[in-house]
């Protein structure tokens, strides 16, 4: 669904809440920074990875995230064990969670460790679609997407 210019794909999960897109693959979920949350932080000048092998808990930062507007956490959507940072596609490229969030733009891969009961607030689909258009118009966003 593309709405005020922001992508929210229908075929992954979401913390709407957190502003966190998730892929599942078996036991290991990729995460990413929503197209509404890279245009609301701004263009990216740095991310800190927590370490490979860390366990995070729900809502605790995975990733720091550091912009010319903004510094915060990138939050875990469940508690989880961090697998893989996406260090050397940022270091090669800043901007690749601007230019394309859903794909080469993730930042961490998790094996979630309480997933069974820390989902039931993960959207998808059609429910996903609904309130992203909520919470687009409530934020006031139009999304944005550096270029080359």
Sequence with gaps: MIYYACDIPEDLYYDVERDVWIRFDGDIATLGMTDVAQTRCGKFAAVSFRDVGKQVAQGKALATIESAKWVGPFPAPFSC??????????????????????TTGWLVKVRPTDLEHERDHLVTGDEAAEKYKARIQELKVNCLRCID
């Design 81 to 102: 064990e961090i697998v893989e940072t996406n260090y050397a596609g940022f270091a090669e490229n800043i901007l690749l969670a601007n230019k394309e969030p859903y």
